[in-house]
């Protein structure tokens, strides 16, 4: 017997397990793969990408997002959050202006077999 779970608690991957049925983890995302949007700490979007390995979208998310939570709140050291820091297991760091205008990533995390980028969207052509 399936229990629904409230809004807050259900993610994608755990709603539609809860729906179809599911034995295993969430389905992991190989390099290349787009895992959704977020913000950075200074609240600028930014696409969460899978640069290396495979990992699950649900748990990108996650570390991005507490990542993001940490330079808020001040446990980063560096110039706005730069140095490397710890989060759930993963190493994360950000980039500098010149790298970040240079590739459009804002920052990296990763693990011993995975690596994920906050990358800065394309803004569309204008016409002038």
């Known amino acids: 017997m399936r229990r ?13 397990c809860l729906v179809t049925g599911c034995s295993s983890a969430p389905p ?22 899978v640069a ?3 990992v699950d979208c649900e748990t990108a998310m996650r570390v991005e997002n507490e990542y993001a939570a940490k330079i808020r709140d001040g446990q980063v050291p560096g110039n706005g959050g730069g140095a490397p820091v710890v989060v759930s297991g ?15 990533n804002a920052s990296q995390c990763n693990t011993g ?4 980028l906050a990358v800065l969207p394309v803004a569309p052509p204008t016409a002038g």
């Open 4 to 16: 629904a779970l409230p809004g807050a608690l259900c993610g994608l991957w755990v709603c539609a």
């Open 28 to 49: 992991a995302a190989g390099a290349g793969a787009t895992c959704g949007s977020t913000h950075t700490a200074a609240g600028v979007p930014v696409i969460i990408k």
């Open 52 to 54: 290396k390995g495979s």
């Open 90 to 104: 993963w190493t994360c760091q950000g980039y500098n202006t010149p790298q970040v205008l240079s590739t459009g």
């Open 113 to 116: 077999s995975a690596t994920i």
